[in-house]
């Protein structure tokens, strides 16, 4: 039986996906646990793999277009079957038939195409021990990371014999990058539970088992497998693309010149060419090629006459002479770029923040000095690496513990004043921005501060980066002093209700005990929410922030 596969919602916030790259096509062998596609969320691009084995009947999202969650993805069943009511349930009535169209002309053509693996897999299934009653369904332990090569069963939230519905999480199940919860793609009783809580196996070990109530299934065995699909028919698909006989045969052809007696110069393009340009008779010219052909070492190696230099320099007067005056030209020309849909998020969110949250913005100015001298000491620890940014951040969050008005949200009604500190960072990818989230910085040591961020950050540049990992911020900070950006204004990451810009360290002439001497700077820029904010607790907060920066052992206090 057919089995529909919807988009999935593979985050928190995800509303569509996006198909980044399909990794099987249509009329392919799909066994449970392959991957089908990569699909782009709001967040990453995420691989998804099939828990259904069988033939790929119906792609209904192709490479590059996007979905709604629970939109028709895919459709897996048995090669050649009906599936055009489960089409015209999933897409336009227009589609619907122009796909079942297809999908009945591939079926004419598989009549055909048993072949004698396809009778030996038959009787392999036919004898098979282990066989699987009518209804029930073997859960294998899933691959839920790229790397991951086996898991470990962190909780079961269902026990056997409960009752499971589709979507219901089965279990927390711990893997090489993360803990994640697993649902079931199955509705009926959990028969039998093959990993036990604490244990580790293999991808693709048996992990559940679910079917109607009563069934018996000690027979099946606990490899997990379920009987093999046919294999793959031997069609040859080697259909390969002829090369342009006359893009090719114009490149091999010889190509001739005629000396003054009428015989024909055989020589290469290249070598014309040369000798065009370097006023080279060919008829001059000894070809070293095959049949005497005349190729590019020969005009490389001809010692012959060349044009005079009186020539050379007349030629090139008259060509002096015939210059023009440059005149623009060209053509205008523009490249659509696809959005992604991490930017459409972005786009989305800061339009709503801007356009919603009436921003002002603060500045303020912070001598380094202490703080540079202070870290510099620090990074002479072994094992120990410190950056300023790290810095900013835990000044930031002990000052949101003297201001907690900062460390709010506007809910409408409310003005909700968060009693924790999870501290924002903003990170640059490839194809936008993500916030990583700092849990109870305020807690956080300066290494520990410096730890997290480097590793949130890798995770948040090689997109392994979890959802989890970005939520619950109360305050943003974002940097970008490495640049060489001296101060800039930030839209507010909301529900936050303001956001730091940092700038870069300027040395720079500054006036100390009633002289001018060489100083360090950094400007600091709070954009604030004014519905939560005022002006007087945002100069506050800046005005604490530029105490602990400057006096950075106060930090430690």
């Known amino acids: 039986m057919a089995e529909v596969i919807k988009m999935p919602r593979l985050s928190d ?266 006023g080279i008779d060919l008829s001059k010219v000894e070809g070293s090629g095959e049949n005497g052909r005349i190729v590019k070492k020969d005009i490389e190696n001809f010692k012959g006459e060349e044009k005079p230099a009186e020539a050379k320099k007349q030629t090139a007067e008259q060509t002096t002479a015939a210059a023009q005056p440059y005149t623009p030209a060209g053509e205008e020309s523009f490249e659509d770029v696809k959005n992604s849909q991490m930017r459409k998020t972005i786009a989305k969110r800061l339009g709503e923040s801007k356009f919603t949250a009436p921003h002002y913005y603060l500045t303020i100015e912070v001598d380094m000095a202490n703080a540079m001298a202070s870290r510099k000491y620090i990074n002479e620890m072994p094992d120990t690496k410190v950056s300023f940014n790290d810095m900013v951040i835990k000044a930031s969050a002990m000052a949101l513990r003297k201001h907690p008005q900062v460390n709010s949200q506007w809910t409408g009604d409310n003005t909700r004043i968060a009693k924790h500190i999870h501290m924002g960072v903003a990170v640059a990818v490839e194809e936008g921005l993500v916030v990583p989230v700092l849990k109870f910085a305020d807690q956080m040591s300066l290494t520990q501060i410096g730890s997290n961020v480097k590793d949130l950050a890798g995770k948040a540049r090689n997109k392994k980066i979890q959802p989890s990992d970005m939520e619950g911020s109360t305050f943003t900070v974002s940097n970008l002093g490495m640049f060489g950006i001296v101060e800039f204004t930030s839209i507010i990451n909301q529900p936050n209700s303001a956001i730091l810009s940092v700038g870069t360290i300027v040395e720079k002439p500054v006036v100390k005990n009633g002289e001018i001497v060489v100083g360090n700077t950094m400007k600091l820029t709070l954009a604030c929410d004014h519905r939560t904010v005022d002006g007087a607790t945002g100069a506050a907060f800046l005005q604490t922030l530029k105490t602990y920066l400057e006096n950075p052992v106060t930090m430690l206090a």
């Open 13 to 278: 916030t995800m509303e569509e996906g996006v198909v980044a790259k399909w990794l099987k096509k249509k009329g392919d062998k799909v066994e449970e646990g392959d991957i089908l596609a990569e699909i782009e969320t709001d967040k990453a691009t995420m691989e998804f793999e099939s828990f259904y084995e069988g033939t790929l009947l119906h792609i209904g999202v192709e490479e590059g277009d996007g979905a709604p969650v629970d939109e028709l993805l895919a459709i897996i069943g048995e090669e050649g079957e009906d599936i055009s009511d489960l089409i015209n349930g999933g897409a336009s009535e227009g589609s619907s038939k122009k796909e079942s169209a297809e999908d009945d002309t591939d079926k004419d053509e598989s009549e055909d195409e048993e072949t004698e693996e396809d009778a030996e897999d038959a009787s392999e299934e036919e004898s098979g021990d282990g066989e699987i009653p009518e209804g029930v369904e073997i859960i294998n332990m899933p691959r839920l990371s790229d790397t991951m090569e086996e898991g470990t069963v962190a909780s079961w939230l269902k026990q056997e014999g409960d009752k499971v519905e589709e979507g219901d999480i089965l279990a927390e199940i711990e893997t090489d990058k993360a803990t994640m919860e697993f649902e079931s793609f199955y509705s009926g009783t959990l028969l039998k539970i093959g990993i036990q809580e604490g244990e580790t196996a293999k991808v693709d070990s048996l992990l559940a088992i679910i079917g109607p109530e009563g069934t018996d299934v000690s027979s099946i065995n606990t490899s997990g497998k379920k009987k093999k699909a046919k294999k793959e028919s031997a069609k040859s698909e080697a259909k390969e693309e002829q090369t342009d006989a006359a893009e090719s045969s114009e490149d091999s052809k010889e190509k001739f010149s005629s000396s003054n007696d009428g015989k024909r110069i055989f020589a290469s393009p290249l070598a014309k060419k040369m000798a065009e340009d370097k």
